[in-house]
């Protein structure tokens, strides 16, 4: 969940329409046109990605809302076991804290993706997950999105994101690679999350929501 | 028990970044104290260089480091990216780290000839922060003005390694040679726990943001240190990688500067010096049962500084992520702090959960205000204010400042007590029992 009590807004005098703003808004929420930058409100989680990335030309700033707007799925709108399933298929539980900046659980990007979001901006614009720093919550996203079958793809012309960079995990560690870094203790870390002794936490959040 | 009074903390700069400057600092409530952290563990080694004293030694640590580099990889006509990171700066007023960084440039002309050096800046959180921090130091001046600044979502370069296809921030790895410059407080042990550490900043500072998920959500932190072994020993980088350096630190300041051509080797050294230097202090940190923290560095919520110790190794506590056996899971933790009170910090905080936050000013509450997601949030004006309400929420009157320090911990005198009754034992149990483990585990000969 995230509240978004600002967005940006461009001014048109100062953008030189060269697009760095667009490559990397995490939602598409910013696209040029007609060498100018158009902001699409409803679609920005105000992360400020645009604003750094124009940084040499000023041309884009926060705009306060009058209404701050909440990016929330309502939980009981799909049953507690398709969450539950759809989050195991990506190995997550669904109380898991997948965003440490939004505190976003896996089971509302669950709720987001069964509710019909099938792209990772969909997913952020109905959830906020993504919406700040997007360093650990970007795997995870693509997981679940994954386990409901929609696949996600580059788009060269930008680098919002770089899907095919999320494959490596510990359960896809080759038997040469543990074998060769015994230091990491591979096979041990897979075999302890076979048998529950282990979990990948994300980020280990000071204190759980109760389960 | 009597106390010495609170040391002066470094000086907060004025920040772009930041909140409002506080009008009182942490170190200057009440009853504050100081405990000298060579008081609580005397084998703590001295320090050449603490927060505003001369960097004259720090620059003699690293030219004798970097006499024993072979700088035979650089040619003359290579181009040089030297990366740091923000986090650097962040340690003593960052003068030390950007002590190195001048070195490294000098004695690169130096020693090869080499010309085209780029001084590059892995950002923390935002562009700003080279545009304030190099100049503040000297270092855009020094590296005549060929530096830049980079993020997580700034262009990729993919890295295919033995487990698949990593990326790369493009910008950082866009010259034929790379030194990485590196830091060694205790920070984020719950991430890496010193299993690695050394090549981290290959799937954070230098890395675009799917690697850095990867790193942190597809393995369990024992483990997750093979994939920036992966990046390092990949083609790519290997084809790059002149040389590394680090600040080494104790509780007690900078103790000096180590340079390798291997990271690997580097790795190892640092990793020694970590356990032997930290390690009492983690473990003493650990076994606090109740605080409240203040948060008045000028950099981060997690990595504001109290005695060289980073505020995250309180807050993820009081699991002993040193030990490789421990597994984490998301059993609820105990961690013992009650509250968290923040005087000063910049503008990004991770999700506190449950554990209260208290913010001391308005600038800092519109923040925590508009995410909504701690489950006790109370706004305060003002320091005094705040700690009030801290004291109403908790049970406890141990209260602990990081406010940068090095060489003492800002405290109450309760905790300060605490502190003082604890560190025989823990030493004495460090010393027989953790120690030994922690170094077996990595393949480190305990010491006899
Ligand atoms: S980055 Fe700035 S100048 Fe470039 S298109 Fe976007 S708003 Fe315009
Ligand atoms: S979502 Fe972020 S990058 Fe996109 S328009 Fe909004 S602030 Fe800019």
New binding site residues.
């Given amino acids: 969940m995230l509240i978004v009590a600002s967005v940006v807004a461009?001014e048109a005098d100062?953008?030189?329409?060269?697009?760095?703003?667009?490559r990397v808004c995490p939602t598409e929420a910013?696209i040029?046109v007609n060498k100018?930058?158009v902001v699409e409100e409803s679609a920005c989680t105000g992360c400020n990605k645009?604003i750094e990335?124009?940084m040499d030309?000023g041309?884009?700033s926060r705009k306060r809302l009058e209404k701050p707007v909440w990016l929330r799925v309502d939980l009981e709108s799909q049953p507690e076991e398709k969450v539950a399933e759809l989050c195991a298929g990506a190995r997550l539980h669904p109380a898991q804290s997948i965003c440490p900046c939004t505190g976003t659980r896996a089971r509302e990007v669950a709720v987001a993706i069964l509710n019909g979001a099938t792209t990772p901006a969909e997913v952020s614009i109905q959830t906020g997950v993504r919406g700040v720093c997007s360093m650990w919550c970007t795997s995870a996203v693509l997981r679940l999105l994954s386990a409901a079958g929609h696949s996600t793809e580059s788009n060269p012309k930008n680098w919002r994101l770089y899907p095919d960079g999320v494959g490596p995990s510990i359960w896809s560690i080759p038997d040469s690679v543990a074998d060769k870094y015994p230091e990491y203790r591979l096979r041990e870390s897979r075999d302890a999350l076979k048998s529950g002794d282990l979990e990948l936490v994300g980020f280990p959040n000071i204190r759980q929501e109760s389960e | 028990m009597r106390f010495a009074k609170a040391v002066t903390p470094p000086h907060q700069p004025e920040s772009k970044m930041g909140f409002n400057l506080p009008a009182m600092r942490g170190a200057e409530l009440p009853d504050l104290v100081s405990v000298d952290v060579q008081d609580l563990f005397p084998d703590i080694p001295d320090a050449i260089h603490n927060y505003g004293q001369d960097v004259a030694p720090v620059r003699k640590a690293a030219e004798d480091a970097l006499a024993n580099v072979d700088f035979s990889r650089i040619k003359a006509t290579d181009s040089v990216n030297v990366l740091c990171s923000e986090h650097g700066f962040g340690m003593m007023g960052g003068t030390a780290y950007a002590e190195i960084l001048k070195t490294i440039r000098d004695m690169v002309v130096e020693k090869t000839g080499a010309t085209k050096i780029k001084l590059g800046f892995a950002c923390g959180l935002n562009r700003v922060e080279a545009l304030e921090i190099l100049p503040e130091h000297g270092l855009d001046k020094h590296y005549e003005g060929q530096t830049f600044q980079f993020g997580p979502y700034d262009k990729g370069v993919p890295i295919d390694t033995e487990i698949g296809r990593l990326y790369g921030i493009g910008i950082a790895f866009k010259a034929n040679k790379i030194i990485h410059v590196h830091y060694d407080d205790p920070r984020e042990l719950h991430f890496h726990r010193l299993n690695g550490r050394a090549m981290k900043a290959f799937t954070m500072s230098y890395a675009r943001l799917e690697t850095r998920s990867v790193y942190h959500t597809q393995f369990p932190t024992q483990s997750a240190n093979i994939v920036p072994r992966l990046i390092y020993e990949s083609d790519f980088i290997q084809k790059k990688f002149a040389f590394s350096t680090t600040l080494s630190t104790s509780p007690a300041g900078v103790i000096g500067v180590e340079a390798n051509n291997s990271l690997i080797e580097l790795d190892k050294v640092l990793t020694e010096r970590t356990l032997r230097n930290y390690g009492k202090l983690v473990k003493l940190f650990e076994s606090l049962d109740e605080c409240i923290v203040v948060i008045d560095g000028h950099r981060w919520l997690n990595y504001s500084h109290a005695g060289g110790m980073t505020s995250c190794n309180l807050f993820f506590g009081p699991q002993d992520y040193l030990d490789l056996d421990l597994n984490v899971t998301r059993k609820n933790q105990t961690s013992a702090v009650k509250a968290i009170v923040i005087n000063y910090m910049w503008k990004q905080a991770f999700a506190m959960s449950e554990i209260p936050v208290i913010s001391a000013q308005p600038s800092i509450s519109r923040l925590f205000q508009r995410r909504g997601v701690e489950k006790q949030f109370y706004a305060c004006e003002g320091l005094t204010e705040a700690m009030e309400k801290a004291y109403e929420v908790t049970d406890t009157r141990k209260v602990i400042v990081f406010d940068g320090t090095y060489g003492a911990i800002n405290c109450s005198p309760e905790l300060a007590e605490e502190f003082i009754t604890k560190a025989p034992q823990v030493s004495e149990e460090v010393e027989q029992v953790h120690l030994p483990k922690w170094l077996k585990q990595r393949g480190l000969v305990p010491a006899h």
Wanted: positive net charge.
């Fill in positions: 461009v100062k953008c030189i329409g060269c697009k760095a703003c667009d910013i040029t100018l930058a645009c990335a124009c030309h041309a884009i």
